[in-house]
C-alpha cells in the first residue's frame, strides 16, 4: 500500500494566491519543496511566490483557470519539461455561491459546478496518468465539510464538494493499485476564505435593490468580522493538509464542525438533515442571531490575540 508523501521535492497547487492555497504553498515551501503556485489571478499568484522566495523557498508562478482542460495540458507540459513530474497535486481552487434553489440560474450551477467539480476533475486527468507511469504520487482535493450537510442557503456548493469528496474515494480505489494516493480533506470554518468571506450571491439577485443586497452583504460581513476570531486560520486546515498527504489518508475533515457533521451523516442522518434545517434562508439570520447572543465576549478576544500572536 503507498503511504504517502512525506518529504516532496515538487508540489504543484491551485487557487494558490490566497487563504488555504497560500498557506499550504507556504508550508510546503517551509519543507523544502519546489512549489509551482497557480492561480487564475496572475497577481496574487506572484504574490504568493515572492512570499516564499524571501524565506528562502523555491516558487514558480503560473496562471492557470482550472476549468480550461487544454490550460490543464499546457501546465502539465511546461511543468514536467522544466521541473519535472510533481511528487503531489492539490486542487484546491473553489468558491462558493449563495442563494436557494429557486433563486439559482442555470448559469449559477454551471459556473459552481464548473469551478469546483470540473476544476479538479481536469487536474487529476492532466496529472494522474503521469502518476501512475511512474508508480508513485498523491493527489489531494479539497472538499468542505459542507459535503456532507444538505444546506438550503448554498445547495450547489454543496453539491460540488459531495461531489469531489466521492470522485476522490472513486479514483483513490482505482490508483492505490498504481502506486498513486488520493487524499479528499473536508475542511470546516475559515477565517478569511471560503463562504462567509469570498461567497459570491447568485445571479438572481443582481436585480436586488441595492439597500437590500448591501444590507444583505453586511450582515454577513458583521459576523465574519466579529466572529472571525473563533474560525480557524488557512494555515491550520494546511497544516491538515500536510499531514494528511504524508500519510496517504483517505478522508479527512478538518476541525471540530467538520468531524461533527461527518459522524451524524455516518451515524444520524435524520438528526444531520433536522441541523440543517435551521440553515434555510428563513432561519439562517435567526439563528446567527442566537448563536451570536451565547458566545461569551471573552472567548472572542481571546481568541483575537491568539490569531494575533
Known amino acids: 500500500m503507498f503511504q504517502g508523501a512525506p518529504n516532496p521535492e515538487s508540489v504543484v497547487i491551485t487557487g494558490a494566491g490566497s487563504g488555504i492555497g497560500r498557506a499550504t504553498a507556504l508550508r510546503y515551501a517551509g519543507m523544502g519543496a519546489r512549489v509551482i503556485v497557480t492561480d487564475i489571478n496572475g497577481g496574487t499568484a506572484q504574490d504568493t511566490a515572492e512570499l516564499i522566495r524571501v524565506r528562502g523557498g523555491r516558487a514558480e508562478v503560473y496562471v492557470l483557470d482550472v476549468t480550461d482542460d487544454d490550460a490543464w495540458s499546457s501546465l502539465a507540459r511546461d511543468v514536467v519539461r522544466d521541473h519535472g513530474l510533481p511528487d503531489i497535486l492539490i486542487n484546491n481552487a473553489g468558491f462558493g455561491i449563495a442563494g436557494g434553489f429557486l433563486e439559482h440560474s442555470k448559469a449559477d450551477w454551471d459556473r459552481q459546478l464548473e469551478v469546483n467539480l470540473g476544476g479538479v476533475v481536469n487536474g487529476c486527468r492532466a496529472f494522474a496518468a503521469l502518476m501512475a507511469e511512474r508508480g508513485s504520487g498523491q493527489i ?57 468571506s469570498n461567497g459570491q450571491l447568485v445571479s438572481s439577485l443582481d436585480g436586488m435593490a441595492e439597500d437590500s443586497k448591501s444590507e444583505l452583504q453586511q450582515v454577513a460581513g458583521a459576523f465574519a468580522e466579529k466572529y472571525g476570531p473563533l474560525l480557524t486560520s488557512p494555515d491550520y486546515i494546511a497544516r491538515g493538509i500536510v499531514r494528511a498527504a504524508r500519510h496517504n489518508w483517505g478522508v479527512v475533515p478538518v476541525r471540530p464542525e467538520s468531524w461533527l457533521m461527518f459522524g451524524l451523516h455516518r451515524l444520524s442522518p435524520g438528526l444531520l438533515r433536522g441541523g440543517a434545517a435551521l440553515l434555510a434562508p428563513e432561519h439562517v439570520e435567526r439563528v446567527f442571531a442566537a448563536v451570536s447572543d451565547r458566545i461569551p465576549q471573552r472567548l472572542i478576544d481571546f481568541a483575537r490575540e491568539r490569531a494575533r500572536s
Do not use: D, H, Q, W
Not at 146 to 152: M, R, T, W
Not at 184 to 190: L, S
Open 140 to 196: 489531494v482535493n479539497i472538499s468542505s465539510g459542507l459535503a456532507y450537510i444538505p444546506v438550503a442557503l448554498v445547495p450547489s456548493y454543496c453539491v460540488s464538494k459531495a461531489a469531489v469528496r466521492m470522485f476522490s474515494e472513486c479514483l483513490r480505489s482505482e490508483l492505490a493499485p498504481k502506486g498513486v494516493g488520493v487524499t479528499v480533506i473536508c475542511p470546516g470554518a475559515v477565517g478569511g476564505t471560503g463562504l462567509l
